[in-house]
């Protein structure tokens, strides 16, 4: 039986991916920074049939085409696609590769007659593409090569014996070669494969190398070409069958501790560490329980975790007995191995992480916020509020002069003049002011579509009253008029 093999490009995958997630009507294209500047990564049909090209700078992309639509693109996200897409081509054989970053290779020999023939199995692939609103051009010959080359140059099918015949038409730049190599063998007036092959090898080893003739051979299937499948992800579980059923909180807890051990030491091996974790308790009546801990943090260090089940465990209805426990980690992340020195490891570090995941399997820990700051000198911009278990401590704020601990929407309180009020009624209370400290003028930022701010400047001043409240006063001297917008401790 030959070799049979099957190699999907898709042209405009990181565009038809967006595309899927939020079309847009028109030439729309995904940019990416690179140095100093935006330039295109990837294109629709719409912008390509205008002239954009990946590589060209958004300011003459939008000088050629004023309406185009752009995001941000997201390669990373791209990539998850790609291994997504490569288990759905799991469906026409069991051995799936990637090809770049915008192709997948099947190795589809002894697997065409399920679909009704080739023909069939790639107009069958071409429809589901489709469907899913992607754009997609398919080649299948008898060498991974081969197959390349028809998705990208020619399209079809390349039966045995016909791979000369249907890839000696295409440019030379279908053999997978370098840009400068195929620049160098063009400009000799080699511009097809069949010009390449019809040359004395010797010739064009003592050129070009042995590169040229290895990219020719693999093509026409003569030197066989391994096709990488997808390796399967790990699994990090455990279990523990019981002799005899349990009940007791102690007893579970201790089975607990010797599963935790055990997958923590995998969790190790590969530098990996435990985002949630799913205790499965199996009781003599064939019913589950489960109890899943959400982690702050990655962690792998049984002692840490092991507490934090305390509480789930506790409330479990063991019933008869439980004979069975399994422990999973269903959701891992990247943890390298850390030196640390003996300064670090006397802080009591991850405490704040362990009281995070406490508090968070109670609330949720999409629930729990810090606040990070921010480079803006306006004081409503200077900070962001972040999810606290996905995201890290971000420094210490600057400020050159002290902000307050309550900030608020202004709220007007009356008054004129440049300096502040004497004496003003503020949330129904009547406040006199002992000192005042000023002014700190803050202007807009002009770049920015503030609504706020519009007004234009404000001289901010720091007010203490006689009844004990500290105030952030200030003043619009455009517009004259005094609020407060925040409270000092």
């Not at 898709?10 to 009507?25: N, Q, Y």
């Not at 935006?38 to 719409?46: G, K, M, S």
């Not at 523990?240 to 997958?263: C, E, K, N, S, W």
């Not at 801990?293 to 465990?313: K, N, Y």
């Amino acid at each position: 039986m030959s070799r049979r093999v099957v190699s999907l490009w898709f042209p405009r995958f990181a565009s038809d991916r967006a595309l899927r997630l939020r079309p847009v009507e028109g030439a729309f294209a995904l940019t990416l920074s690179e140095g100093n500047a935006d330039r295109l990564y990837c294109a629709n049909a719409v912008a390509a049939g205008q002239g954009l090209a990946p590589g060209m700078t958004v300011t003459d992309a939008r000088a050629l085409q004023p309406g185009l639509q752009t995001r941000p693109a997201d390669p990373r996200g791209d990539a998850g696609f790609l291994r997504a897409l490569a288990r759905w081509a799991g469906r026409y054989c069991p051995w799936v590769g990637l090809e770049g970053r915008d192709g997948l290779v099947l190795d589809v020999t002894g697997a065409a007659h399920l679909f009704g023939g080739e023909a069939q199995m790639l107009d069958d692939m071409r429809l589901r593409l489709s469907r899913a609103g992607l754009t997609v051009q398919l080649g299948l010959a008898g060498s991974r090569g081969g197959a390349w080359a028809l998705a990208r140059f020619g399209q079809g099918i390349a039966g045995p014996g016909e791979a000369l015949r249907r890839i000696g038409p295409l440019p030379i730049a279908a053999l997978r070669l370098e840009p400068q190599t195929c620049i160098a063998l063009e400009r000799l007036g080699l511009r097809s494969v069949s010009d390449l092959h019809r040359l004395p090898r010797a010739t064009v080893t003592r050129r070009f190398g042995p590169g040229p003739l290895l990219r020719l051979d693999q093509a026409l299937g003569e030197v066989p070409e391994a096709i990488a499948p997808l390796p399967d992800p790990p699994v990090y579980s455990t279990r523990l069958t019981l002799p005899d059923p349990i009940g007791l909180t102690g007893d579970v807890m201790a089975g607990t501790a010797r599963l935790l051990d055990q997958l923590c030491a995998r969790l190790k091996a590969r530098e990996t560490g435990a985002r949630l974790l799913r205790l499965t308790l199996r009781r003599v009546d064939m019913g589950h329980q489960q109890v899943e801990l959400r982690l702050a943090s990655p962690m792998r260090d049984p002692a840490r975790i092991l507490p934090l089940f305390e509480r789930g465990v506790a409330e479990v209805e063991a019933g008869f007995g439980i004979d069975q426990m399994r422990l999973e980690a269903v959701q891992v992340e990247d943890l390298p191995v850390q030196q640390l020195s003996h300064a670090q490891a006397g802080q009591g570090a991850g405490r704040l992480e362990d009281l995070m995941t406490r508090i968070g399997n109670r609330i949720g820990l999409e629930n729990i916020h810090r606040f990070l700051p921010a480079d803006s000198h306006i004081p409503e911009r200077s900070f962001l509020v972040a999810p606290a278990a996905w995201s890290d401590p971000g420094g210490s704020f600057v400020a050159l002069r002290p902000r307050p601990l309550r900030l608020f929407p202004p709220e007007p309180i009356g008054g004129a003049g440049r300096k502040p009020p004497r004496s003003f009624r503020w949330r129904a209370m009547s406040l006199t002011t002992e000192r005042a400290a000023g002014p700190e003028r803050i202007a807009p930022e002009w770049w920015l579509q503030e609504d706020a701010w519009r007004s234009g400047l404000r001289d901010y001043w720091k007010v203490d009253t006689r009844q004990g409240r500290r105030l952030w006063l200030y003043h619009t001297p455009q517009a004259p008029g005094w609020f407060v917008q925040g409270e000092f401790a």
